[in-house]
RNA sequence: UGGGGCGUCGUCAAGUGGUAAGACACAGGAUUUUGGUUCCUGCAUUCGGAGGUUCGAAUCCUCCCGCCCCAGCCA
Protein backbone atom coordinates (compact mmCIF):
# COMPACT_ATOMS: atom_id res chain seq x y z
CA UNK A 1 0.00 0.00 0.00
CA UNK A 2 1.44 3.59 -1.09
CA UNK A 3 1.03 6.14 1.32
CA UNK A 4 -0.47 9.21 0.52
CA UNK A 5 2.29 11.41 -1.05
CA UNK A 6 3.38 14.47 1.27
CA UNK A 7 1.11 17.48 1.16
CA UNK A 8 2.24 20.70 -0.09
CA UNK A 9 4.48 21.75 2.41
CA UNK A 10 4.30 25.28 3.98
CA UNK A 11 7.41 27.02 2.20
CA UNK A 12 7.68 31.16 2.31
CA UNK A 13 8.01 32.92 -0.56
CA UNK A 14 10.20 36.16 -0.40
CA UNK A 15 7.93 39.39 -0.44
CA UNK A 16 8.04 43.10 0.20
CA UNK A 17 5.04 43.93 0.99
CA UNK A 18 3.52 44.09 4.50
CA UNK A 19 1.37 41.64 5.69
CA UNK A 20 -0.57 44.34 8.21
CA UNK A 21 0.24 48.26 8.44
CA UNK A 22 3.15 49.07 10.53
CA UNK A 23 2.63 51.16 13.95
CA UNK A 24 3.96 54.56 13.12
CA UNK A 25 7.48 55.52 15.54
CA UNK A 26 9.19 58.76 15.44
CA UNK A 27 11.25 58.10 12.93
CA UNK A 28 8.64 57.72 9.96
CA UNK A 29 7.14 60.68 11.44
CA UNK A 30 10.64 62.65 10.78
CA UNK A 31 10.40 60.86 7.76
CA UNK A 32 6.74 62.13 6.33
CA UNK A 33 7.45 65.26 7.21
CA UNK A 34 11.05 65.79 5.72
CA UNK A 35 8.83 64.69 2.76
CA UNK A 36 5.96 67.07 3.04
CA UNK A 37 8.55 69.70 3.67
CA UNK A 38 10.68 68.89 0.88
CA UNK A 39 13.60 68.82 3.06
CA UNK A 40 15.35 66.09 0.63
CA UNK A 41 13.42 67.00 -2.95
CA UNK A 42 10.85 64.51 -0.97
CA UNK A 43 14.12 62.12 -1.37
CA UNK A 44 14.34 58.78 0.96
CA UNK A 45 17.36 57.09 0.89
CA UNK A 46 18.10 54.72 3.68
CA UNK A 47 20.78 51.86 4.28
CA UNK A 48 21.81 49.13 5.96
CA UNK A 49 25.41 49.15 7.15
CA UNK A 50 26.94 45.61 8.43
CA UNK A 51 30.16 45.16 9.40
CA UNK A 52 30.77 41.55 7.67
CA UNK A 53 32.61 40.02 10.81
CA UNK A 54 29.51 38.20 12.31
CA UNK A 55 26.22 36.82 11.18
CA UNK A 56 23.26 38.55 11.15
CA UNK A 57 20.46 38.24 14.26
CA UNK A 58 17.13 39.42 15.04
CA UNK A 59 18.41 42.68 16.46
CA UNK A 60 19.90 43.29 12.78
CA UNK A 61 16.57 42.17 11.44
CA UNK A 62 14.87 45.20 13.13
CA UNK A 63 16.94 47.56 11.73
CA UNK A 64 16.81 45.81 8.35
CA UNK A 65 13.06 45.92 8.51
CA UNK A 66 13.05 49.66 9.54
CA UNK A 67 15.37 50.55 6.79
CA UNK A 68 14.36 48.92 3.75
CA UNK A 69 10.37 49.40 5.42
CA UNK A 70 11.06 53.18 5.01
CA UNK A 71 12.56 52.81 1.26
CA UNK A 72 9.06 51.12 0.52
CA UNK A 73 6.95 53.00 2.25
CA UNK A 74 8.09 56.37 1.09
CA UNK A 75 9.33 55.27 -2.46
CA UNK A 76 12.57 55.43 -1.77
CA UNK A 77 15.78 53.00 -1.67
CA UNK A 78 17.81 51.30 0.70
CA UNK A 79 21.20 50.23 0.25
CA UNK A 80 22.91 47.21 1.29
CA UNK A 81 26.61 48.59 2.37
CA UNK A 82 29.25 46.70 3.90
CA UNK A 83 31.07 48.83 6.53
CA UNK A 84 34.24 46.31 6.00
CA UNK A 85 36.99 48.69 7.33
CA UNK A 86 38.66 45.97 9.62
CA UNK A 87 40.51 43.51 7.59
CA UNK A 88 41.58 41.55 10.26
CA UNK A 89 37.73 40.45 11.14
CA UNK A 90 35.44 40.39 8.66
CA UNK A 91 35.40 37.73 6.02
CA UNK A 92 33.67 37.06 2.49
CA UNK A 93 31.75 34.17 4.30
CA UNK A 94 30.33 36.73 6.27
CA UNK A 95 28.80 38.79 3.03
CA UNK A 96 27.53 35.95 1.76
CA UNK A 97 25.97 34.82 5.03
CA UNK A 98 24.62 38.65 5.33
CA UNK A 99 23.33 38.92 1.65
CA UNK A 100 21.45 35.51 1.92
CA UNK A 101 19.81 36.10 5.35
CA UNK A 102 18.78 39.83 4.31
CA UNK A 103 17.22 38.08 0.94
CA UNK A 104 15.13 35.32 3.22
CA UNK A 105 14.25 38.04 5.03
CA UNK A 106 12.41 39.16 1.87
CA UNK A 107 14.31 42.27 0.98
CA UNK A 108 15.74 43.71 -2.35
CA UNK A 109 18.50 45.90 -2.51
CA UNK A 110 18.46 45.51 -6.35
CA UNK A 111 21.82 46.79 -7.50
CA UNK A 112 22.74 49.30 -4.93
CA UNK A 113 24.83 46.59 -2.82
CA UNK A 114 27.89 48.84 -1.81
CA UNK A 115 30.78 48.03 0.19
CA UNK A 116 33.14 50.68 2.44
CA UNK A 117 36.31 49.60 0.78
CA UNK A 118 35.06 50.47 -2.35
CA UNK A 119 35.74 54.13 -1.06
CA UNK A 120 38.82 54.04 0.08
CA UNK A 121 40.19 55.88 -2.51
CA UNK A 122 38.00 59.13 -2.43
CA UNK A 123 38.76 58.56 1.84
CA UNK A 124 42.10 58.79 1.53
CA UNK A 125 41.43 62.06 -0.65
CA UNK A 126 39.33 63.19 2.29
CA UNK A 127 41.68 62.76 4.63
CA UNK A 128 44.19 64.45 2.70
CA UNK A 129 42.09 67.59 1.99
CA UNK A 130 41.66 67.68 6.13
CA UNK A 131 45.92 67.49 6.08
CA UNK A 132 45.87 70.23 3.81
CA UNK A 133 43.07 72.22 6.02
CA UNK A 134 45.61 71.86 9.10
CA UNK A 135 42.62 69.75 10.47
CA UNK A 136 44.45 66.61 10.55
CA UNK A 137 47.76 64.95 11.75
CA UNK A 138 49.91 62.32 12.25
CA UNK A 139 50.43 60.99 15.21
CA UNK A 140 54.03 59.44 15.93
CA UNK A 141 52.34 58.52 19.81
CA UNK A 142 51.87 54.53 20.20
CA UNK A 143 48.53 52.86 21.30
CA UNK A 144 49.23 52.99 24.67
CA UNK A 145 50.46 56.79 24.86
CA UNK A 146 47.23 57.97 23.18
CA UNK A 147 44.96 56.57 25.56
CA UNK A 148 46.82 58.01 28.26
CA UNK A 149 47.11 61.60 26.47
CA UNK A 150 43.38 61.32 25.86
CA UNK A 151 42.19 62.04 29.54
CA UNK A 152 39.46 60.49 31.58
CA UNK A 153 35.38 61.24 31.44
CA UNK A 154 36.22 63.96 34.39
CA UNK A 155 39.78 65.56 33.35
CA UNK A 156 41.10 66.71 29.73
CA UNK A 157 43.18 65.33 28.01
CA UNK A 158 46.57 66.81 26.64
CA UNK A 159 47.74 67.55 22.79
CA UNK A 160 50.24 64.99 20.90
CA UNK A 161 54.07 66.09 20.78
CA UNK A 162 53.45 65.72 17.24
CA UNK A 163 49.86 67.61 16.96
CA UNK A 164 51.48 70.65 15.22
CA UNK A 165 53.86 69.31 13.10
CA UNK A 166 53.38 71.22 9.23
CA UNK A 167 50.97 70.52 6.82
CA UNK A 168 53.80 69.59 4.40
CA UNK A 169 55.39 66.52 7.23
CA UNK A 170 51.81 65.41 7.44
CA UNK A 171 51.40 65.30 4.11
CA UNK A 172 54.36 63.31 3.75
CA UNK A 173 54.19 61.08 6.56
CA UNK A 174 50.30 59.62 5.31
CA UNK A 175 51.84 59.06 2.46
CA UNK A 176 54.40 57.42 3.31
CA UNK A 177 52.47 55.19 5.92
CA UNK A 178 50.00 54.25 2.49
CA UNK A 179 53.27 53.11 0.95
CA UNK A 180 54.09 51.09 3.60
CA UNK A 181 57.14 52.66 5.18
CA UNK A 182 56.21 52.49 8.78
CA UNK A 183 54.97 49.37 10.74
CA UNK A 184 52.11 48.54 11.80
CA UNK A 185 51.20 50.66 14.90
CA UNK A 186 53.87 52.96 14.91
CA UNK A 187 51.88 55.91 13.63
CA UNK A 188 48.09 56.98 12.44
CA UNK A 189 46.26 59.90 11.24
CA UNK A 190 44.15 61.25 13.60
CA UNK A 191 41.66 64.82 13.51
CA UNK A 192 42.70 67.80 15.56
CA UNK A 193 39.85 68.56 17.01
CA UNK A 194 39.74 69.61 20.88
CA UNK A 195 41.56 67.76 23.53
CA UNK A 196 39.31 68.79 25.97
CA UNK A 197 36.34 67.84 24.64
CA UNK A 198 33.84 66.82 27.14
CA UNK A 199 33.16 64.13 24.57
CA UNK A 200 36.11 61.68 24.28
CA UNK A 201 35.55 60.83 20.56
CA UNK A 202 36.07 64.76 19.94
CA UNK A 203 39.69 64.43 21.61
CA UNK A 204 41.93 63.71 18.10
CA UNK A 205 40.07 60.63 17.08
CA UNK A 206 42.14 58.62 14.93
CA UNK A 207 41.12 58.69 11.33
CA UNK A 208 43.55 55.93 10.18
CA UNK A 209 45.26 53.11 11.25
CA UNK A 210 48.52 51.13 9.55
CA UNK A 211 47.27 47.53 9.44
CA UNK A 212 49.64 45.34 6.66
CA UNK A 213 46.87 42.87 6.05
CA UNK A 214 44.85 42.00 3.09
CA UNK A 215 41.71 42.86 3.23
CA UNK A 216 38.72 40.54 1.61
CA UNK A 217 38.14 42.70 -1.43
CA UNK A 218 40.99 45.01 -1.42
CA UNK A 219 43.54 42.48 -1.36
CA UNK A 220 47.06 43.98 -0.33
CA UNK A 221 46.35 47.42 -2.47
CA UNK A 222 45.99 49.31 0.93
CA UNK A 223 48.11 48.69 4.53
CA UNK A 224 46.40 51.68 5.92
CA UNK A 225 42.29 51.68 6.84
CA UNK A 226 40.34 54.24 8.06
CA UNK A 227 38.73 53.90 11.58
CA UNK A 228 34.98 53.66 11.11
CA UNK A 229 33.93 56.90 12.13
CA UNK A 230 35.34 58.60 9.54
CA UNK A 231 34.36 55.82 6.73
CA UNK A 232 31.01 55.37 8.26
CA UNK A 233 29.54 59.34 7.77
CA UNK A 234 31.62 59.72 4.46
CA UNK A 235 30.35 56.42 3.16
CA UNK A 236 26.38 57.94 3.46
CA UNK A 237 27.64 60.68 2.46
CA UNK A 238 29.05 59.81 -0.78
CA UNK A 239 25.54 57.35 -1.27
CA UNK A 240 23.44 60.64 -0.62
CA UNK A 241 22.05 58.77 2.44
CA UNK A 242 19.07 61.09 3.29
CA UNK A 243 18.04 59.36 7.11
CA UNK A 244 21.18 57.68 8.65
CA UNK A 245 19.39 55.29 11.15
CA UNK A 246 21.43 54.13 13.79
CA UNK A 247 21.50 52.31 17.42
CA UNK A 248 21.59 54.75 20.31
CA UNK A 249 24.93 53.90 20.97
CA UNK A 250 26.08 55.87 17.99
CA UNK A 251 24.47 59.47 19.33
CA UNK A 252 28.13 60.26 20.84
CA UNK A 253 29.73 59.54 17.22
CA UNK A 254 26.74 62.36 16.05
CA UNK A 255 28.95 65.40 16.84
CA UNK A 256 32.10 64.33 14.87
CA UNK A 257 30.62 62.61 12.21
CA UNK A 258 28.86 66.42 12.01
CA UNK A 259 32.47 67.35 12.71
CA UNK A 260 34.07 65.24 9.44
CA UNK A 261 31.06 66.39 6.81
CA UNK A 262 31.05 70.09 7.98
CA UNK A 263 34.50 70.76 7.35
CA UNK A 264 34.70 68.57 4.25
CA UNK A 265 32.26 70.88 2.65
CA UNK A 266 30.14 67.72 1.88
CA UNK A 267 27.01 66.36 1.34
CA UNK A 268 25.20 65.68 5.21
CA UNK A 269 22.85 63.27 5.56
CA UNK A 270 20.28 63.43 9.23
CA UNK A 271 21.35 61.12 11.75
CA UNK A 272 18.76 59.33 13.84
CA UNK A 273 18.87 57.25 16.73
CA UNK A 274 16.91 54.08 17.93
CA UNK A 275 17.26 51.84 20.51
CA UNK A 276 18.62 48.07 19.59
CA UNK A 277 16.84 45.34 20.41
CA UNK A 278 17.37 43.30 23.41
CA UNK A 279 15.38 39.76 24.08
CA UNK A 280 14.39 37.80 27.12
CA UNK A 281 16.22 34.69 27.25
CA UNK A 282 18.80 35.41 24.98
CA UNK A 283 22.16 37.52 23.91
CA UNK A 284 22.56 39.16 20.83
CA UNK A 285 26.01 41.16 21.43
CA UNK A 286 28.14 39.69 18.78
CA UNK A 287 31.15 39.63 21.54
CA UNK A 288 28.81 37.05 23.05
CA UNK A 289 27.45 34.87 19.70
CA UNK A 290 31.24 34.52 18.70
CA UNK A 291 31.61 33.14 21.95
CA UNK A 292 28.84 30.66 22.27
CA UNK A 293 30.32 29.50 18.57
CA UNK A 294 33.54 29.48 19.49
CA UNK A 295 33.00 27.41 22.64
CA UNK A 296 31.59 24.82 21.47
CA UNK A 297 27.99 26.05 23.53
CA UNK A 298 26.08 25.49 20.10
CA UNK A 299 26.64 23.86 16.62
CA UNK A 300 27.09 26.70 14.86
CA UNK A 301 26.13 30.40 13.91
CA UNK A 302 23.35 28.18 12.27
CA UNK A 303 22.22 26.62 15.39
CA UNK A 304 18.78 26.16 15.84
CA UNK A 305 19.03 28.09 19.15
CA UNK A 306 20.93 31.15 17.54
CA UNK A 307 19.01 34.14 17.62
CA UNK A 308 20.51 34.59 14.32
CA UNK A 309 18.69 34.87 10.96
CA UNK A 310 20.10 31.60 9.73
CA UNK A 311 19.74 30.07 13.32
CA UNK A 312 15.82 30.91 13.17
CA UNK A 313 15.80 29.85 9.83
CA UNK A 314 16.73 26.53 10.25
CA UNK A 315 14.56 26.73 13.37
CA UNK A 316 11.49 27.08 11.31
CA UNK A 317 10.46 30.58 11.98
CA UNK A 318 8.99 32.08 9.29
CA UNK A 319 10.47 35.43 7.75
CA UNK A 320 7.17 36.62 7.13
CA UNK A 321 6.83 36.22 11.45
CA UNK A 322 10.03 37.74 11.97
CA UNK A 323 8.85 41.13 10.01
CA UNK A 324 5.80 41.20 11.82
CA UNK A 325 7.49 40.46 15.34
CA UNK A 326 10.07 43.50 13.90
CA UNK A 327 6.69 45.82 12.80
CA UNK A 328 5.00 44.70 16.64
CA UNK A 329 7.96 45.66 19.00
CA UNK A 330 7.82 49.28 17.56
CA UNK A 331 11.01 51.73 17.24
CA UNK A 332 11.45 54.24 20.17
CA UNK A 333 14.69 55.55 22.32
CA UNK A 334 14.52 54.11 25.41
CA UNK A 335 16.08 51.02 26.04
CA UNK A 336 13.29 47.60 26.32
CA UNK A 337 13.81 44.26 26.70
CA UNK A 338 11.32 42.35 25.10
CA UNK A 339 9.80 39.66 25.69
CA UNK A 340 10.76 36.67 23.69
CA UNK A 341 6.74 35.26 23.92
CA UNK A 342 6.14 38.19 21.59
CA UNK A 343 8.31 36.50 18.68
CA UNK A 344 6.66 33.31 19.60
CA UNK A 345 3.41 34.31 19.38
CA UNK A 346 4.05 35.96 15.62
CA UNK A 347 5.86 32.21 14.87
CA UNK A 348 2.61 30.43 16.38
CA UNK A 349 0.52 33.31 14.51
CA UNK A 350 1.32 33.01 11.27
CA UNK A 351 2.37 28.97 11.35
CA UNK A 352 -1.09 28.07 12.54
CA UNK A 353 -2.76 29.85 9.47
CA UNK A 354 -0.22 28.20 7.37
CA UNK A 355 1.27 24.73 8.35
CA UNK A 356 -0.45 21.89 7.48
CA UNK A 357 -1.59 19.50 10.15
CA UNK A 358 0.03 15.68 10.85
CA UNK A 359 0.50 13.55 13.25
CA UNK A 360 3.28 12.57 15.22
CA UNK A 361 4.39 10.71 18.19
CA UNK A 362 7.28 11.75 20.20
CA UNK A 363 7.52 9.28 22.78
CA UNK A 364 5.55 6.33 21.46
CA UNK A 365 3.32 3.75 24.06
CA UNK A 366 2.37 0.87 21.92
CA UNK A 367 -1.56 0.04 22.22
CA UNK A 368 -2.92 -2.81 20.70
CA UNK A 369 -6.91 -2.76 20.12
CA UNK A 370 -7.63 -6.18 20.96
CA UNK A 371 -11.10 -6.25 18.87
CA UNK A 372 -9.44 -5.21 16.11
CA UNK A 373 -9.76 -7.60 12.60
CA UNK A 374 -6.96 -9.63 12.03
CA UNK A 375 -4.90 -7.96 9.39
CA UNK A 376 -6.82 -5.04 8.38
CA UNK A 377 -5.87 -1.59 7.45
CA UNK A 378 -7.89 1.59 7.19
CA UNK A 379 -7.40 5.04 5.35
CA UNK A 380 -8.58 7.82 7.74
CA UNK A 381 -9.41 11.04 6.00
CA UNK A 382 -7.68 13.74 8.11
CA UNK A 383 -8.04 17.67 7.42
CA UNK A 384 -4.89 19.60 6.29
CA UNK A 385 -5.72 22.78 7.90
CA UNK A 386 -8.44 23.38 9.64
CA UNK A 387 -7.53 27.22 9.43
CA UNK A 388 -7.72 26.55 5.07
CA UNK A 389 -9.74 24.67 3.59
CA UNK A 390 -8.12 25.10 0.34
CA UNK A 391 -5.25 22.89 2.10
CA UNK A 392 -7.81 20.07 1.52
CA UNK A 393 -7.80 16.54 3.20
CA UNK A 394 -5.59 13.84 3.00
CA UNK A 395 -5.98 10.04 3.85
CA UNK A 396 -3.82 8.29 6.90
CA UNK A 397 -3.53 4.30 7.64
CA UNK A 398 -5.06 2.91 10.79
CA UNK A 399 -4.85 -0.40 12.18
CA UNK A 400 -4.95 -2.57 15.17
CA UNK A 401 -1.63 -1.68 16.34
CA UNK A 402 -0.47 2.65 17.13
CA UNK A 403 1.54 4.11 19.06
CA UNK A 404 0.08 7.30 21.08
CA UNK A 405 1.97 9.50 23.10
CA UNK A 406 2.87 8.16 26.21
CA UNK A 407 1.61 11.56 28.04
CA UNK A 408 -1.41 10.92 26.86
CA UNK A 409 -1.78 8.03 29.47
CA UNK A 410 -1.76 7.93 32.87
CA UNK A 411 -2.43 4.78 35.31
CA UNK A 412 -4.05 6.94 38.26
CA UNK A 413 -5.25 10.45 36.18
CA UNK A 414 -4.88 13.16 38.36
CA UNK A 415 -8.12 15.64 38.42
CA UNK A 416 -8.69 17.60 35.11
CA UNK A 417 -6.77 15.13 33.28
CA UNK A 418 -8.82 13.87 30.49
CA UNK A 419 -6.71 11.83 28.54
CA UNK A 420 -6.74 7.67 28.50
CA UNK A 421 -6.60 6.00 31.15
CA UNK A 422 -7.91 2.54 32.75
CA UNK A 423 -12.12 2.13 31.80
CA UNK A 424 -11.46 5.27 30.20
CA UNK A 425 -12.72 6.16 26.59
CA UNK A 426 -11.05 9.18 23.91
CA UNK A 427 -11.10 9.69 21.10
CA UNK A 428 -8.24 9.12 17.96
CA UNK A 429 -8.27 11.79 15.86
CA UNK A 430 -10.02 11.32 12.42
CA UNK A 431 -10.41 7.78 13.35
CA UNK A 432 -12.46 5.99 16.39
CA UNK A 433 -12.92 5.86 20.17
CA UNK A 434 -11.26 3.34 21.90
CA UNK A 435 -10.95 2.60 25.37
CA UNK A 436 -8.53 1.08 27.95
CA UNK A 437 -9.14 -2.22 29.00
CA UNK A 438 -5.69 -3.12 30.37
CA UNK A 439 -2.69 -2.14 30.91
CA UNK A 440 1.00 -4.56 30.56
CA UNK A 441 3.93 -3.62 32.40
CA UNK A 442 7.40 -4.31 32.49
CA UNK A 443 7.28 -7.36 35.37
CA UNK A 444 10.90 -5.75 36.41
CA UNK A 445 10.86 -2.01 35.90
CA UNK A 446 7.34 -1.47 36.13
CA UNK A 447 7.39 0.46 33.57
CA UNK A 448 4.37 0.86 31.33
CA UNK A 449 5.11 -0.79 27.91
CA UNK A 450 1.81 -1.45 26.33
CA UNK A 451 -2.25 -0.92 26.64
CA UNK A 452 -4.95 -2.88 25.58
CA UNK A 453 -8.26 -1.13 24.59
CA UNK A 454 -10.85 -1.74 21.90
CA UNK A 455 -12.66 0.23 19.92
CA UNK A 456 -16.07 1.29 19.17
CA UNK A 457 -17.02 0.26 15.05
CA UNK A 458 -19.58 2.68 15.12
CA UNK A 459 -17.38 5.86 16.05
CA UNK A 460 -15.64 5.43 12.88
CA UNK A 461 -13.90 9.06 11.82
CA UNK A 462 -14.33 10.42 15.43
CA UNK A 463 -18.11 10.83 16.21
CA UNK A 464 -20.76 8.53 18.34
CA UNK A 465 -23.95 7.86 16.60
CA UNK A 466 -25.55 7.13 19.86
CA UNK A 467 -24.33 10.98 20.75
CA UNK A 468 -22.29 10.15 23.77
CA UNK A 469 -19.01 12.43 24.44
CA UNK A 470 -15.18 11.75 25.29
CA UNK A 471 -13.13 14.74 26.88
CA UNK A 472 -10.13 14.42 24.82
CA UNK A 473 -8.70 13.41 21.55
CA UNK A 474 -5.21 11.86 20.90
CA UNK A 475 -2.69 12.08 18.33
CA UNK A 476 -1.74 8.53 17.11
CA UNK A 477 0.24 6.80 14.71
CA UNK A 478 -0.26 3.11 13.08
CA UNK A 479 2.78 1.41 14.09
CA UNK A 480 3.51 -0.84 10.81
CA UNK A 481 2.85 2.09 8.80
CA UNK A 482 4.11 5.01 10.65
CA UNK A 483 8.05 6.60 9.54
CA UNK A 484 11.05 7.17 12.17
CA UNK A 485 12.37 10.34 12.44
CA UNK A 486 14.50 12.18 14.97
CA UNK A 487 13.10 15.43 16.30
CA UNK A 488 15.13 18.17 17.92
CA UNK A 489 13.14 19.20 21.05
CA UNK A 490 15.11 22.96 21.62
CA UNK A 491 14.50 25.26 24.72
CA UNK A 492 15.68 28.46 25.68
CA UNK A 493 19.45 28.57 25.40
CA UNK A 494 19.67 30.40 28.45
CA UNK A 495 18.03 29.90 31.88
CA UNK A 496 18.40 33.06 32.99
CA UNK A 497 15.83 36.46 31.37
CA UNK A 498 18.56 38.60 31.71
CA UNK A 499 21.78 36.27 30.82
CA UNK A 500 23.84 39.14 29.38
CA UNK A 501 23.96 40.53 32.99
CA UNK A 502 25.49 37.25 34.68
CA UNK A 503 28.97 37.87 35.45
CA UNK A 504 29.75 35.32 32.74
CA UNK A 505 26.97 34.66 30.77
CA UNK A 506 28.18 31.24 29.69
CA UNK A 507 27.39 29.93 33.40
CA UNK A 508 23.80 30.57 32.71
CA UNK A 509 23.32 28.38 29.36
CA UNK A 510 21.03 25.37 29.91
CA UNK A 511 22.64 21.84 29.62
CA UNK A 512 19.11 20.83 28.06
CA UNK A 513 18.01 23.09 25.63
CA UNK A 514 18.11 20.47 23.01
CA UNK A 515 16.91 16.98 23.73
CA UNK A 516 16.33 14.82 20.51
CA UNK A 517 14.16 11.82 20.75
CA UNK A 518 13.30 8.83 18.27
CA UNK A 519 9.61 9.69 16.93
CA UNK A 520 6.93 7.83 15.43
CA UNK A 521 5.10 10.28 12.18
CA UNK A 522 2.81 9.44 9.81
CA UNK A 523 4.16 8.19 6.58
CA UNK A 524 3.13 10.95 4.72
CA UNK A 525 5.77 12.78 5.94
CA UNK A 526 8.74 10.54 4.40
CA UNK A 527 10.31 12.63 1.83
CA UNK A 528 9.20 16.28 2.87
CA UNK A 529 11.48 18.69 1.78
CA UNK A 530 13.65 20.31 3.81
CA UNK A 531 12.93 23.58 5.36
CA UNK A 532 8.71 22.91 5.24
CA UNK A 533 6.95 23.71 8.42
CA UNK A 534 4.53 21.19 9.83
CA UNK A 535 2.24 21.47 12.59
CA UNK A 536 2.30 18.19 14.76
CA UNK A 537 -1.30 17.96 16.05
CA UNK A 538 -1.29 18.82 19.48
CA UNK A 539 2.80 19.30 20.00
CA UNK A 540 3.94 22.07 17.99
CA UNK A 541 5.41 23.41 14.95
CA UNK A 542 8.36 21.29 13.11
CA UNK A 543 10.62 22.06 10.25
CA UNK A 544 12.39 19.15 8.39
CA UNK A 545 16.23 20.58 8.76
CA UNK A 546 17.89 21.55 5.76
CA UNK A 547 20.52 20.69 6.39
CA UNK A 548 21.05 17.22 8.42
CA UNK A 549 18.36 15.05 6.23
CA UNK A 550 20.60 13.39 3.69
CA UNK A 551 20.36 9.53 3.01
CA UNK A 552 17.19 9.30 3.94
CA UNK A 553 16.96 10.19 7.17
CA UNK A 554 13.92 12.70 8.53
CA UNK A 555 14.83 14.86 11.12
CA UNK A 556 12.59 17.58 12.70
CA UNK A 557 13.16 20.71 14.24
CA UNK A 558 11.28 21.72 17.00
CA UNK A 559 10.50 25.88 16.06
CA UNK A 560 7.95 26.36 18.74
CA UNK A 561 5.15 24.31 20.97
CA UNK A 562 1.27 25.10 20.82
CA UNK A 563 0.70 27.14 23.25
CA UNK A 564 -0.32 24.19 26.56
CA UNK A 565 -3.07 24.75 28.75
CA UNK A 566 -2.82 21.54 30.37
CA UNK A 567 0.37 22.12 31.09
CA UNK A 568 0.03 25.15 33.02
CA UNK A 569 -3.13 23.65 34.94
CA UNK A 570 -0.50 20.14 35.57
CA UNK A 571 2.36 23.03 37.02
CA UNK A 572 -0.30 25.01 38.60
CA UNK A 573 -1.88 22.52 40.95
CA UNK A 574 1.92 20.52 41.16
CA UNK A 575 1.01 17.69 39.30
CA UNK A 576 4.28 16.90 37.32
CA UNK A 577 3.55 16.05 33.91
C1' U B 1 31.24 62.23 39.87
C1' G B 2 32.58 65.41 32.39
C1' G B 3 29.36 64.90 28.24
C1' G B 4 25.30 62.60 25.65
C1' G B 5 20.57 59.98 26.16
C1' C B 6 16.21 57.67 28.56
C1' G B 7 12.28 57.01 32.47
C1' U B 8 3.76 55.69 30.75
C1' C B 9 0.59 48.38 33.10
C1' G B 10 4.72 42.23 34.25
C1' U B 11 6.94 43.33 28.84
C1' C B 12 6.78 46.39 24.45
C1' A B 13 4.23 50.94 23.13
C1' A B 14 0.65 55.25 21.70
C1' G B 15 -0.08 59.93 23.73
C1' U B 16 3.14 66.41 22.41
C1' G B 17 -2.07 71.03 27.80
C1' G B 18 -8.35 68.84 27.87
C1' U B 19 -9.01 64.54 31.55
C1' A B 20 -4.24 57.11 30.06
C1' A B 21 -4.82 53.59 22.60
C1' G B 22 -3.18 48.91 21.25
C1' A B 23 -0.21 44.36 21.47
C1' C B 24 2.17 40.35 24.21
C1' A B 25 1.85 38.13 28.97
C1' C B 26 -1.51 36.96 32.77
C1' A B 27 -6.64 35.64 34.88
C1' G B 28 -11.71 34.13 34.07
C1' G B 29 -15.66 32.33 30.64
C1' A B 30 -17.94 30.46 25.64
C1' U B 31 -17.16 27.45 21.20
C1' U B 32 -14.05 23.28 19.64
C1' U B 33 -12.79 15.78 16.73
C1' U B 34 -5.77 19.76 18.26
C1' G B 35 -6.47 21.05 26.64
C1' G B 36 -4.63 24.33 19.38
C1' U B 37 -7.47 28.15 16.83
C1' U B 38 -11.52 31.60 17.45
C1' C B 39 -14.66 34.54 20.59
C1' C B 40 -16.05 37.41 24.88
C1' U B 41 -14.44 39.57 29.82
C1' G B 42 -10.93 41.50 33.32
C1' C B 43 -6.08 43.79 33.72
C1' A B 44 -2.34 51.81 34.99
C1' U B 45 -8.05 57.05 39.09
C1' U B 46 -2.47 56.92 37.01
C1' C B 47 2.28 58.27 33.76
C1' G B 48 10.28 57.63 38.27
C1' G B 49 9.62 61.25 42.80
C1' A B 50 8.60 66.10 44.95
C1' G B 51 7.17 70.95 44.24
C1' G B 52 5.23 74.78 40.85
C1' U B 53 2.36 77.15 36.45
C1' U B 54 -2.85 76.39 34.73
C1' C B 55 -9.92 76.17 35.10
C1' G B 56 -7.29 71.76 33.57
C1' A B 57 -0.57 68.53 33.23
C1' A B 58 1.87 62.02 31.35
C1' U B 59 2.30 66.38 28.32
C1' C B 60 5.00 73.25 30.49
C1' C B 61 8.79 74.92 34.60
C1' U B 62 12.16 73.67 38.90
C1' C B 63 14.71 70.37 41.85
C1' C B 64 15.67 65.34 43.02
C1' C B 65 16.09 59.90 41.99
C1' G B 66 17.15 55.83 38.74
C1' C B 67 18.94 53.44 34.23
C1' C B 68 21.87 53.38 29.48
C1' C B 69 26.14 55.13 26.25
C1' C B 70 31.39 57.28 25.67
C1' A B 71 38.29 56.82 27.97
C1' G B 72 39.60 50.50 20.72
C1' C B 73 45.12 52.15 16.24
C1' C B 74 36.64 47.63 17.04
C1' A B 75 32.17 48.67 14.52
Not at 70 to 91: I, V
Not at 437 to 457: F, Q, S
Request: aromatic content about 10%; overall charge negative; some cysteine.
Amino acid sequence: MSPTPPQKPERSEPTIGKETPVPSNFIRSIVEEDCRTGKWDGRVATRFPPEPNGYLHIGHAKSICLNFGLAADFNGTCNLRFDDTNPLKEDVEYVDSIKEDVRWLGFDWQDREYYASDYFQQLYDYAVQLIHKGLAYVDDLNADEIREYRGTLTEPGRESPWRNRPVEENLDLFHRMREGEFPDGSRVLRAKIDMASPNLLMRDPTLYRIRKASHHRTGDAWCIYPMYDFTHCLSDSIEHITHSVCTLEFENNRELYDWVLARLDVYHPQQIEFARLNLTYTVLSKRKLIALVENGVVQGWDDPRMPTISGMRRRGYPPEAIRNFCDRIGVARRDSLVDFALLEFCVREYLNRHAPRVMAVLDPLKVVIENWPEGRTEEMEAVNNPEDPAAGTRKVPFSGTLFIERDDFREEPPRKFFRLAPGREVRLRYAYFIRCTDVIKDPDTGEVVELRCTYDPETRGGDAPDGRKVKATLHWVSASHAADAEVRLYEHLFAEERPGEAADFLTTVRPDSLRTVAAKVEPGLTGAEPGSRWQFERLGYFCVDPGDGESGRLVFNRTVTLRDTWAKIAKKTKISG
